[in-house]
């Protein structure tokens, strides 16, 4: 038996938030992700593991103060060299480490240099038959996760973990009702984190959203109307509960008038749609001709119809895309009013089918895995320069977030109307205009 009294987890910081320092963070304004929480919950009570969290979003790590006999680390692709400097420093007090997360499932061989176990995709079977392993001298090096993966069992997030983090109110109002995606958007790794798409029970969902006190909930599934069925009896739980609630969602979801007011009645405030280009072929080429740029006004009107507010979320890099894609995408927002656009760059995430279709084609001109944030240019675009992408880019990224165009382009659909402002004066700060998005500011090798 190896000794496995207490366990630290740690999630390295990630870019939007380092920028807010002290007590008033970052989880003040918006969500605490379910990471840790969930972790949490699977250590298994028969092993009678002490833990403590980490969480550099929120807090300084004195890591020469963590005291544990293992340490569990997750990551994203732009914090994953941060997570390899504390493994390393770990590994060199002889702490063993396992890693988890998008990066360390899509890469588990450049992790496993770093750690001595890697956990791929959804961690509710792994991560408690790892704790168990290792207290039996028979850890692994991966922990692939089941396909057919069975949510019900999923208990409900230790949202507990984070109330001594923070002086101030934190949010604990984020819940997952599916995982995974089974459409194949080139640039999206949601097909693959999760091998393919999976559903808790509804009924369970609404247990844990009885648990939220908050009466705002934000769901992180990747698209909430894949199956409309399911959302249909979900909205139709959460009916009694009178909650209000955001989600992303596939466009299509306007396309069933009903399920749409079921929604609204449900509390649907807010929808985040993947719209990602304003041009059909740029979408027939990334596999997502399931999107109909014809189609787009008319959907977002209904959405409006209905009182739910659009995020809309467009990307560019795209093959087909020329400098004029900035402009043409700025007048397509304004035209049809859409409510908080998001923008980012098009990014292969190593890993993935199109990160080697990049790397084959000799495209790839960055390989910091802290500038694959989304927010930089790591490819050599088609049809403009690198220099003119990220430009365009950071163009697009200030005007959108211009008072006045903030002003002109808010619907005032519903009684969220001031969240959705709310919403557009955060982004305001992180997209257009006091945090410039420049490699220097963003490109995170800074010791731990
Ligand atoms: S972009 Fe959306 S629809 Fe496409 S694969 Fe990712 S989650 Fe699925």
Redesign the pocket.
């Known amino acids: 038996m190896t000794k496995l009294d207490k366990i630290a987890i740690i999630l390295p910081k990630g870019i939007p938030f380092r920028y807010i320092k002290g007590q008033f963070n970052v989880y003040s304004l918006s969500t605490v992700p379910l990471t840790i929480p969930a972790l949490v919950s699977l250590i298994p009570k028969e092993l009678n593991i002490k833990v403590e969290i980490y969480d550099e979003s929120i807090e300084i790590i004195n890591k020469e103060s963590i005291n544990a006999d293992l340490i569990v680390i997750s990551a994203i692709t732009p914090t994953v060299n941060r997570a390899y400097k504390y493994a390393d420093y770990f590994r060199s007090k002889k702490i063993p480490v396992v890693m988890g997360g998008v990066h360390a499932t899509l890469n588990p061989q450049e992790a496993l240099q770093h750690a001595n176990s890697v956990i791929c995709g959804i961690a509710m079977e792994n991560f408690p038959q790892m704790l168990r392993d290792f207290k039996e001298n028979k850890l692994q090096r991966i922990y692939t996760q089941q396909e057919n993966i069975d949510l019900s069992q999923m208990p409900l997030p230790d949202m507990d973990c984070y109330k001594s983090k923070s002086k101030f109110p934190i949010k604990l109002n984020g819940i997952q009702a599916t995982f995974g995606?089974d459409?194949?958007?080139e640039f999206?790794v949601?097909?693959l984190v999760c091998s393919g798409y999976h559903q808790r029970p509804v009924e369970q969902v609404i247990e844990e959203i009885k648990t939220i006190k908050s009466k705002f909930i934000e769901f992180y599934d990747?698209?909430i109307a894949r199956d409309k069925e399911y959302l249909r009896r979900l909205c139709e739980g959460m009916i009694p509960l009178k909650k209000n609630w955001v989600a992303p969602a596939?466009i299509d979801l306007a396309d069933n008038e009903d399920l749409l007011k079921l929604a609204a009645k449900s509390g649907c405030r807010s929808v985040l749609i993947?719209f990602e280009s304003v041009n059909q072929n740029t979408l027939n080429e990334i596999f997502?001709g399931f999107n109909n740029v014809y189609k787009y006004q008319d959907a977002i009107k209904r959405f409006h119809k209905a009182g739910i507010a659009v995020a809309g979320s467009f990307v560019f890099g795209f093959d087909s895309d020329t400098k004029d894609v900035f402009k043409q995408t700025l007048d397509f927002i304004n035209k049809t009013h859409i409510d908080m656009p998001r923008f980012t760059l098009n990014t292969p995430f190593p890993g993935t089918p199109f990160y080697e279709k990049m790397k084959q084609e000799n495209r790839i001109i960055e390989y910091n895995w802290s500038m694959y944030d989304c927010n930089h240019v790591v490819i050599k675009p088609k049809n403009m320069s690198v220099k003119e992408l990220q430009e365009g880019f950071d163009w697009i990224n200030k005007e959108a977030y211009k008072l006045g165009s903030i002003l002109k382009r808010v619907e005032f659909v519903n009684l969220s109307s001031l969240l959705v402002l709310t919403a557009n004066i955060g982004l305001k700060t992180k997209c257009g205009g006091s945090v410039k998005y420049t490699r220097n500011i963003m490109t995170d090798n800074s010791d731990i």
């Open positions: 995606c459409n194949n958007c999206c949601q097909p990747p698209n596939t993947g997502k």
